[in-house]
């Protein structure tokens, strides 16, 4: 492979997808010119960093955006940032028992949207649904919340009540929680459709999908074979210090999660951050050198690089968010690897020269309804009908790329959904509408977090056209 960097045409282009709305309606969040007289060590600026992001996320921000909102609010330090995701991912995480306690200590709503999300933020800290040791000593996260509210002008006026709140259930915790995990929501921090969507897809595995999409994801990297081995990165670790083992063919997953800058050979290429479920769609290609390949939707570019981490290809990668499309610009310059880039819309034809592709890759859009361990948020931003509006966008997007592929070409179709409206539905409608050959694929990976098997919630299903 050259050094070359990657050809990027960055056009205007519209969303591949529906936006995602609010799952409830709140007061917009305050603040632009808001700075906190808190130090910037200290856990009440954590707190309102993390309240402040949460709150975001209930007017239909994702929490990605949202916490680089808050980080600028807060002018938090690195290690402050740091602080500020840990709390705000777990209070995603535990959101629905967190607003149930708040409701049956509180006789109305806490009004500003700030004020509740600090609520729920400082009950995260203290309620833990594991049973594990609090992150920090209770009455701290009690009197750094009360902090919090009496430093910020719209709950100066609740400073008290935020005290009396979180003192009431340190006082009271038992009876509380056992009356709110009567109610499935507080239960299992899932919205009530979700829920019941998981109930009728999967009878037997419902409790445990929804519980694997409560757990701290695993820090999983792809070790670059360009570069070297597996069993070789598995000893640059060891030197390193850092506990790991083998989890798939190029899979490597970390004891304990570490920053990106830490990971050894990272800046060098010879590993990169990656699902393990998300290491199969680039070998299921079976790409080969000298081929056209074609990655829709490509962003943020993991299956991309993987693909030509394992064969000298022609690879054109599309994604609607030229944005986006940066990211996959700077793996492809770390890893070394060259692609050609397009901003455009999957299901239109306007970037395509004509000539067919031996191998498309179709990561479709989707609810992503199989990685919220990672993106605990999603399930409180999605809405019941969004699996449907996006079952229709993408079954165009299919329809569209299957007319790119050259007859004996194979088509990957892939979905981080579990929802079967998503997923195999779709793939068993698509091939009768092209009567294509559906191969071996995995199809359906519901998500996993024991032994080998630790992996998020993806669906491949892989179709060859047949000759003319």
Known sequence: MTNKRPTLSLKPARPAAPRIRPSYEVKPVLQPGFRPNLKPDSLALC??????????????????????????????????RGA??????????????????LALMTSKAPEPAMLASLLCCALSLMDTPDGGAPPYEEFTVVDQAVTVATSHPDMAHAKNMVNAVL????????ELVKTVLLQPVARYNYPQWWIDTAKAAYPSDWQA?????NAQPPLTLRVNVRKTSVEAYLQLLTDAGLGARRIGPSAVRLDKAIGVAAIPGFDQGLASVQDAAAQLAAPLLDVQDGMRVLDACAAPGGKTCHILELADVQLTAIDSDPKRLLRIEENLARLQLTATLKAFEAQTKVWWDGEPFDRILADVPCTASGIVRRHPDIRWLRRKGDALQLATLSGKILDNLWQMLRPGGKLLFVTCSLWPQESEAQAAAFAVRHQATRLDAPGQLLPAGAGDLDHDGLFYALFQKNAA
């Not at 999908?209 to 999409?213: E, K, P, Q």
């Open 47 to 80: 707190l309102l960093g993390a309240a402040n992001a949460v709150a975001q996320v209930r007017t239909g921000t994702t929490l990605p955006q949202a916490l680089l909102t808050a980080f600028g609010v807060t002018a938090a330090t690195p290690q402050a």
């Open 167 to 174: 003192r009431r259930f340190l006082r009271e915790r038992e």
């Open 209 to 213: 999908i929804l519980a694997a999409g």
């Open 84 to 101: 500020i995701q840990d709390i705000a991912y777990r209070t995603m995480r535990q959101l629905g028992r967190s607003e149930a306690l």
